[in-house]
């Protein structure tokens, strides 16, 4: 073991001239030590204080090191302080940081990386200068590289990547499954380092059984206490209960706001049993389609089948209101193409009902269906311009008989089982079409331009299931969401498919059980 006071003066020699500098530069080879030394937050030097139980962690020299934890514990901040550490002290290593999707990886390299950790470190800005830094890639004076890509497609954009380091951040929301393509890569390296963290999930989940297959050390006020100690891989269970700025009353407050799925899996970060989570991440990247993106409504080629479009109306704080259109290219299987999608910010109602009305106009809509109680003004002065093509929906809890349609003529107005439209859209979204070899989702969501669409994945995979009893004794599934978390999008799409439900005028059928 290595004296970790010792100081290691790195790049004795340097033949180019204008890499000179670094020779004077020297870091701790303890990782604690190096992190104080080259790390500034807000202006001020990294500090351990009060954090004890992170040390351990910083120390561990595991080969492969799985952390569940809350959100808001600092973990995130100790992978790019792992990476910056051994690729520093590891001269012409690669590093790879992945994460969930392209925001979150987008997020660290430019926020955590460039502007806290290099903009505020004269030694680091040193070491990695920020002018060639991308949102991909940073390389270092040492001839080490970092690289940081999204964890979408099974890890497709880390496959050419031979790292000896890498990180895995979300864990619970990525394929654990094809994390054999990243060990493959390691396997190759002298280093072949993995730390993989994220929040709770189900338990039995894949990621659960990950991090079981490690140590399963319990923080005990002064200790890391494993279950497993005999494991080679080492895993960590970090909740906010410990970190220390994070009171007592915080969390009470957080766990009467929060569902008990929630607080369980982002704040206790543990494993949670019960409600289920009917719409997984990985069920909606398989819908995004990167060779395409969202089109303007004049570029919209109509043969290829009739245009319907859902909103959904919010209040402009947490929930947005949601235009969704979509085109129906197969109407027997059916498959939906999404032609347009967005968050509307706007507050005021008759900037909204404009700013829908344009877009019924410019997508020369087929049929339009709205929630019918988010929007009374709206929903009324869209009715009065667009009678023959707009129509309001309500939901109502009625498994035997799901559908109501005796107000459709009359009234304009379309009532439909929740829980029954729910299933029906989670259906179209796991169950894609197969015809031969080909497999054909039956909801395709252009993705070339990512950051128009990335959004709508929380909107979809907030949504929770559980089973509960009617006053008749039969079994329902209830969908239900944490107020934090806003499901607008996915009920922009179910109105978008009643609305071809209604146009196609089909016989209603339904199981009832």
């Not at 290595?2 to 500098?21: F, G, M, W």
Request: aromatic letters at 10%; charged letters at 25%.
């Amino acid at each position: 073991m290595k004296d970790p006071s010792r100081r290691v003066i790195l790049y004795p020699q340097l033949e180019n001239e204008s890499l000179q500098h670094l020779d004077t530069l020297s870091f701790s080879d303890d990782i604690v030590k190096f992190t104080e030394q080259t790390r500034n937050l807000k202006g001020q030097p990294f500090s351990f204080k009060e954090r004890d139980y992170l040390l351990p962690i910083y120390r561990d020299k595991a080969k492969e090191i799985y952390i569940v934890k809350g959100r808001q514990t600092e973990i995130t901040e100790f992978a790019l302080n792992w990476l910056l550490f051994n690729l520093i002290q590891n001269p012409g290593t690669v590093g790879l940081y992945l994460s969930d999707r392209d925001s979150h990886t987008s997020k660290f390299s430019n926020l955590r990386l460039r502007d806290w950790a290099l903009g505020q470190s004269e030694i680091l800005g040193q070491m990695a200068q920020i002018k060639k830094h991308s949102s991909t890639t940073q390389p270092f004076e040492n001839g080490s590289v970092l690289y940081m890509h999204s964890a979408w497609g099974a890890f497709d954009q880390a496959r050419s990547v031979p790292a000896d380091f890498t990180v895995v951040d979300e864990m619970q929301s990525v394929d654990i499954k094809e994390l054999d393509v990243l060990q493959e890569a390691l396997s190759h390296s002298k280093f072949g380092y993995m730390l993989g963290m994220g929040t709770g999930s189900e338990e039995g989940s894949d990621w659960h059984k990950l991090w079981q297959m490690g140590t399963q050390s319990v923080w005990d006020s002064s200790s890391w206490v494993p279950k497993r100690s005999e494991n080679s891989i080492h895993s960590y269970h970090l909740p906010q209960t410990i970190v220390p700025w994070i009171t007592s009353e915080d969390l009470v407050r957080k766990k009467k706001k929060m569902t008990k799925r929630r607080f369980e899996t982002e704040v206790i970060g543990w494993w949670h049993k019960g409600s289920q989570k009917p719409i997984l991440e990985q069920d909606i990247h398989s819908l995004f389609d990167r060779t395409y993106e969202l089109v303007l409504g004049n570029q919209v080629n109509k043969t290829h089948g009739k245009i319907f479009m859902g909103v959904d109306w919010g209040g402009g704080e947490k929930a947005f209101t949601v235009p969704w259109i979509w085109q129906c290219l197969d109407e027997e299987i059916p498959i939906f193409k999404l032609l347009y999608v967005s968050k509307i910010e706007e507050t005021s109602i008759e900037k909204q009902t404009q700013m829908i009305c344009q877009l019924i106009d410019d997508y020369d809509i087929d049929r339009i269906v709205m929630d019918a109680g988010g929007g009374p003004y709206q929903v009324q002065k869209i009715e009065e311009r667009y009678a023959e093509k707009a129509i309001k929906c309500s939901y109502m809890v009625r498994p035997a008989e799901p559908i109501n349609d005796t107000k459709l003529d009359l009234e304009n107005h379309f009532v439909i089982d929740r829980t029954f439209i729910i299933d029906t859209i989670i259906d179209l979204i796991k169950r894609p079409y197969v015809k031969g070899k080909q497999i054909i989702p039956k909801i395709s969501i252009p993705a070339k331009n990512m950051d128009r669409v990335e959004w709508i994945v929380d909107q979809f995979t907030c949504i929770e299931a559980e089973t509960i009893s009617l006053r008749s004794g039969q079994d329902y599934t209830r969908y239900f969401h944490d107020s934090e978390e806003p499901d607008d999008a996915l009920h922009a799409c179910i109105y978008a498919y009643v609305a071809w439900l209604v146009n196609k005028g089909v016989q209603w059928n339904w199981i009832s059980g």
